[in-house]
């Protein structure tokens, strides 16, 4: 089932779905599969995939069987149809064994200045606010400084993601073209 959604063959998405539903499996279960899908296998490709298959699973909670399988036909045909990205899982992969590897802190400017006192330690002195600036975009540093320059979260060309490729190179303009010239390097 999971494998026809994320090989993009909604007619095999179906027909599994059809098994598991004749055979008996858990409505639930099958939704919190498709939700599954949705993020892992499609992600911001199609960020609808996981908002239809969110509504889904609590439409399926609210209707019930028989017409439960109709809800779960559209979300697992969805899904399977939606251009397909794997950058959110490899993000957090890559992210997960950073902070099991490397001990980092956050920046000071970074740090919460909502007390007094936060001034004499430095927290939030230099923060820049985004929305202050042209495209609601200013180069500042977000990264704890035992990891600048990592890269987690890379958009494919596949969908959305392509969008959000090019939105990253308008607001931050050749700087992430070098980047990206110095890893083909």
Do not use: W
Request: aromatic share 10%; glycine share 8%; with cysteine.
């Amino acid at each position: 089932f999971i494998k026809s959604m994320r090989g993009s063959d909604p007619d095999a998405a179906v027909y599994y779905l059809a098994k598991m539903i004749y055979a008996g499996e858990d409505e639930r279960f099958i939704a919190r599969r498709i939700m599954i899908c949705a993020s892992e296998d499609v992600g911001n490709a199609d960020p609808m995939a996981l908002t239809v298959a969110v509504s889904a699973a609590q439409a399926v909670e609210r209707v019930g069987f028989p017409e439960a399988q109709i809800i779960l036909a559209q979300a697992a045909s969805y899904v399977a149809c939606a251009p397909k990205s794997n950058s959110a899982v490899m993000a957090i992969d890559k992210a997960m064994q950073s902070v099991k590897t490397q001990r980092t802190s956050v920046p000071p400017h970074l740090q919460d200045a909502h007390y007094s006192g936060s001034g004499k330690l430095g927290h939030g002195i230099g923060y820049k606010y985004a929305h202050n600036y042209p495209n609601h975009y200013v180069e500042q540093q977000y990264l704890p400084a035992e990891l600048l320059g990592e890269v987690f979260y890379e958009p494919s060309d596949n969908g959305y993601e392509r969008q959000i490729r090019e939105y990253f190179r308008k607001i931050k303009g050749n700087r992430q073209e070098e980047t990206e010239g110095k890893e083909e390097e």
